[in-house]
């Protein structure tokens, strides 16, 4: 084994032997049963007549009562916490998708789909190997499918098995060279690398299989397996948390922050003590290569550790680093070290409405070269059939990374970015959400870019449809309108989708 990916297997593994004794003395006794901590309630309870909204979901134990969805990644994690990879999002972050139980599996679907045209600001010539302009009619997608199986028959299962699936279109849609996006950079077309333009997502862009086990009543250990999937590096990638969901372009800070939630290969040890999780992975540094529709080459050549902390319902925090082995093809000799934060906030402002806001820092440091750092803030504010979102950012981008001349290569510009957008949905809560929306973006640089982009502020816009499954009326903990699912034992076939 190279020592490279030894220091994060240790890390999870010394944990795991740290908090094992703990689990031994406090319900080790009891291996058939619900550990003697969680009351299992005598009459299974009627929901349907309780206001959960006027609850205080804080105290309650939602386990015993049966009826947690459970995360796909941790079988002592409700399902509203999942987000992509193992990261983890707000407990109370509302869910966008289709649930159905068969026997005591659970099969979830999510996706999002932006049938849109849009359209950059800016002079510059932004094609690579000759495709490609500043105005497109495409439809960045999503699709990720949860499968959860539970490997014993308790109503609050000890271990499970998730398996979940990511797809996307984006090779054929988008094609090879992606679509417009001023100042975007990363990843390579006909072996050109891409400059104002967002790479396509892999067909295949997680194909993941988790094993978790509890550790007495709310701790857990888990070993996650992708190829390909996300090493537990960044916050949850930009298209899984909430308040990035109403976006169909990527953050310009993707490669700073969430850009390695598609890799080829990733062994994700991680324990989770209820409100802390400590994760560490060994994965493929390598990004995807241009063709969305291969498996790439799997090595395990990087590491990263990430610790998350859910203080709240309503806040998720995560800090992360990883080291890189030659993530760029174009530059293979470099590696790099990346260093992200993040804090997410989910607020319910009541059965139907919403508050998401995420703040993202990340860092890129190439040994001997550069270091360059990226803020994004999000915010999704969600009523009824109305969203309005903004997201602005701040991010250095070096002139290689740009694609500038070879005399400005070397040359760092901070670049600000602003987009805000409103969609009203057509179609609300009925198993799938359709909205028309639209979006300005503001975007500038230093002048010293001008000679390429122009001068000014550079404007683009979009009109845009969402497609997406309505919201759950189960929102994890702070569900609503629960109806008939008030145990585990009458949930088998019953189908959960929207209202
Ligand atoms: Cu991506």
Redesign the pocket.
């Known amino acids: 084994m190279k020592p490279i990916f030894v220091y994060p297997l240790a890390l999870c593994f010394g944990t795991a032997i740290v908090a094992f004794p703990a689990q031994a003395q406090m319900g080790g006794m009891d291996m058939g049963g619900a550990p003697a901590a969680t009351p299992t309630p005598e009459k299974p309870m009627d929901h349907s007549q309780m206001d959960h909204s006027k609850m205080n979901h804080e105290g309650m134990n939602h386990e015993a009562m049966g009826h947690t969805m459970r995360s796909t990644t941790d079988v002592a994690v409700s399902m509203s916490r999942e987000s992509s990879g193992t990261a983890w999002q707000p407990d109370s972050s509302p869910m966008y998708m289709a649930m159905k139980m068969r026997g005591r599996d659970q099969l979830a679907l999510h996706g999002t789909f932006y049938p849109r045209y849009t359209t950059i600001g800016g002079n510059r010539d932004v094609s690579v190997a000759g495709q490609g302009g500043t105005s497109r009619f495409d439809a960045p997608s999503m699709l990720m499918g949860m499968y959860v199986h539970p490997l014993d028959k308790s109503d609050m299962p000890r271990s499970q098995l998730g398996i979940r699936a990511m797809l996307s279109a984006d090779p054929l849609i988008e094609r090879g060279y992606g679509y417009p996006l001023l100042f975007q950079s990363g990843e390579v077309y006909k072996g050109q690398p891409l400059h104002d333009r967002q790479h396509p ?1 892999d067909l295949f862009s997680e194909l993941s299989v988790t094993y978790s086990r509890r550790v007495g009543s709310k701790q857990s250990a888990y070993l996650y397996l992708g190829y390909p999937g996300e090493p537990a590096l960044g916050p949850p990638t930009f298209m899984h948390r909430i308040s990035g969901m109403d976006f169909a372009d ?1 953050p310009l800070s ?1 490669h700073w922050q969430d ?1 390695t ?2 890799t080829f290969g990733v062994a994700t040890l991680g324990y989770n003590f209820g409100k802390f999780k400590l994760e560490g992975s060994s994965f493929n540094g390598r990004e995807p290569d241009e063709n969305r529709y291969n498996f790439d080459t799997m090595r395990l050549n990087s590491y990263s550790g990430r610790l998350s902390w859910n203080p709240t319902r309503d806040v998720a925090l995560q800090v992360s680093h990883g080291f890189l082995k030659s993530p760029e093809t174009s530059h293979p000799d470099e590696n790099q070290h990346r260093t992200t934060a993040s804090i997410l906030y989910n607020h319910s402002l009541g059965e139907d409405a919403n508050l998401a806001t995420a703040f993202v820092y990340g860092q890129n440091a190439i040994s001997g070269e550069s270091t360059t750092h990226a803020y994004t803030l999000e915010t999704a504010l969600q009523k009824q059939k109305n969203t309005v979102f903004l997201r602005a950012e701040h991010v250095q981008k070096t002139g290689e990374e740009l694609v500038l001349n070879p005399a400005d290569a070397g040359n760092i510009y901070g670049i600000n970015a602003l987009s805000i957008g409103y969609v009203r949905d057509l179609s609300h809560g009925k198993g799938v959400d359709v909205g028309l929306g639209i979006q300005g973006t503001f975007a500038d640089g230093p002048s010293g870019l001008n000679s390429y982009y122009g001068s000014g502020v550079y404007k683009g816009f979009q009109v845009f449809f969402r497609i997406r499954p309505s919201r759950m009326k189960m929102n994890g903990m702070g569900m609503t309108g629960m109806g008939s699912m008030d145990g585990a034992s009458n949930m088998g076939d019953m189908p959960m989708t929207g209202k």
Do not use: F, L, M
């Open positions: 997502h990527a993707h850009s939630h598609i």
